[in-house]
């Protein structure tokens, strides 16, 4: 639970704080995440697409290092 004093009547302030923490608690995208059901299959595919993508550039990056290494 996200709670926030406000302090001299400052809403403005306690308004900006109540925000800022909302956001580095992540609950918009848990709640955006959680708006629809997402088929199992679904999960699965998308993971999979991202490990794809992890690996491509986990390739790419290892490769350019090797490069600079060798001049």
Do not use: C, H, W
């Not at 608690?25 to 955006?32: F, M, Y």
């Amino acid at each position: 639970m996200i709670k926030v004093d406000i302090k001299n009547n400052n809403i403005e302030f306690a308004l900006k704080r109540f925000k800022r923490q909302v956001k580095d608690s992540g609950l918009l995208l848990e709640l955006r995440e959680r708006e629809f059901y997402k088929k199992p299959s679904d999960i699965k595919r998308v993971k999979k697409t991202k490990a794809k993508l992890r690996i491509k550039y986990d390739k790419l990056r290892v490769q350019r290092e090797k490069m600079l290494r060798g001049f």
